[in-house]
């Protein structure tokens, strides 16, 4: 079956220090490829996402590329700040699964400044 | 603005209660979800909805009840058969043609006493 596995936080960086956050997928077919971030006490929101291989999605800074022959979309940012402490999730969708999201379980970061 | 209203932010409720979440949405999207969310265990799909008066359950729908008599309202009931409701509850939905892109309302924190 799909699943999405992420990297077990926390993460504890300090300002301006390089994140990678890593993500990898089991799925059938070509699915499409999702981060989403939840900043302390609100709802998830979409921080970008890639729909077939060797797509980037970028948004904030942040980047993540779809690497098919590794199943991955690690999430990177070159310099991170105080304001991009939160939890990120990797996610994944697949043609017919109507329309549900498969989530990883969430890595928590935490940027000191 | 269009988005998704949850309320309320924060329930508290003795034990052998049932309560409703409710979840708004003026995005005219066609899908909502319900999901919840305990520390460390990423989110879990207790219910989805593609249609008005359809609905499905997800992942963990024992102890929850949904309708959807309109298309922007999806309410849920977590009942007192639900043996461990206190966790985080957060609605979503998206629109046909979106990409999984799903718009988060900012949660509702259940509390049993």
């Known amino acids: 079956g799909n699943s999405v596995t992420q990297m077990e936080g926390p993460v504890t960086l300090s300002e301006e220090a390089f994140l990678t956050i890593n993500c990898t997928y089991t799925?059938?077919?070509?699915?499409?490829l999702f981060w989403y971030v939840q900043y302390p006490g609100e709802g998830l929101q979409l921080l970008l996402k890639?729909?077939?291989a060797d797509d980037k999605g970028s948004n904030k800074g942040f980047e993540a590329t779809y690497r098919k022959e590794t199943t991955s979309f690690h999430l990177e940012k070159g310099s991170v700040q105080v304001s991009d402490s939160a939890v990120y999730f990797c996610?994944?969708?697949?043609?017919?699964?109507?329309?549900?999201?498969?989530w990883g379980l969430g890595t928590s970061l935490a940027v000191n400044p | 603005d269009g988005g998704i209203t949850q309320s309320p932010k924060y329930l508290f409720r003795k034990e052998g209660q049932n309560v409703t979440l409710s979840c708004e949405q003026n995005?005219?999207?066609?899908?909502m979800y319900w999901y919840r969310q305990d520390p460390g265990q990423g989110l879990r799909l207790i219910y989805y909805?593609?249609?008005?008066?359809?609905?499905q359950k997800g992942d963990i729908a024992e102890g929850y009840s949904v309708s959807r008599e309109k298309k922007e309202s999806f309410p849920l009931t977590v009942t007192s058969a639900q043996k461990n409701p206190t966790a985080f509850y957060l609605c979503?939905?998206?629109?046909?043609?979106?990409?999984?892109?799903?718009?988060f309302g900012a949660g509702s924190r259940l509390t049993v006493l």
């Open positions: 979503a939905s998206v629109t046909v043609g979106a990409a999984n892109v799903l718009t």
């Open positions: 909805s593609q249609i008005v008066n359809d609905f």
């Open positions: 995005l005219n999207h066609d899908a």
């Open positions: 799925a059938t077919g070509y699915p499409s």
């Open positions: 890639a729909t077939k």
């Open positions: 996610a994944l969708s697949n043609a017919g699964n109507n329309r549900k999201l498969i």
